[in-house]
């Protein structure tokens, strides 16, 4: 990131640069342009030398004013590329949430059947205050319920494509 960082400092110095060029020489095209309007009736007046001149700067200016555009274009294009690879972190980071979002769904209804067990409240399949027998088919029924909810969700998520 500070190599983009620094090719970017570098295109803004640069358009600087050329800014300051192009203030440096449009007094001068004007003040060029003003002389060779007066009607000059000296001798050394050489009005193809200042017509010279006028056209050197004319075209200093048209050529700044390209390297600027370019300069711009350069950096729109710059900027595009990364916009474009933060879109794609931004889409990676997404899918991995996606799929952390999956795996606490997955786990989501287990999570709600301990915390049930956990509390100091009646259950299904509990009989009394004081559960002495050892009964475990409620245990299984229970589990195997939860696997099989997960186990569709699975399947649901991979149909979706979400996993």
Not at 40 to 65: A, P
Not at 79 to 107: D, M, P, Y
Request: aromatic content about 12%.
């Amino acid at each position: 990131m500070t190599s983009m960082n620094e090719l970017l400092q570098r295109l803004q110095i640069c358009q600087n640069a050329i800014v300051e060029m192009e203030m440096d020489l449009w007094p001068k095209q004007k003040i060029l342009e003003q002389i060779l309007r007066t009607n000059w009736e000296e001798e050394y007046y050489q009005e193809s030398f200042w017509r010279d001149v006028l056209d050197h700067i004319v075209t200093m200016l048209n050529t700044l004013e390209i390297g600027s555009k370019t300069l711009e274009g350069l950096q729109n294009v710059f900027l595009a590329r990364a916009s474009l690879e933060l879109s794609n972190q931004s889409h990676t980071l997404n899918k991995v949430a996606q799929k952390f979002g999956v795996i606490a769904s997955l786990f989501l209804p287990m999570t709600c059947i301990t915390g049930m067990w956990g509390m100091n409240c009646p259950v299904p399949f509990q009989s009394g205050s004081a559960v002495k027998e050892t009964n475990l088919l409620p245990f299984f029924m229970i589990g195997a319920f939860f696997v099989i909810l997960s186990i569709s969700m699975l399947i649901w998520f991979r149909s979706n494509r979400f996993i």
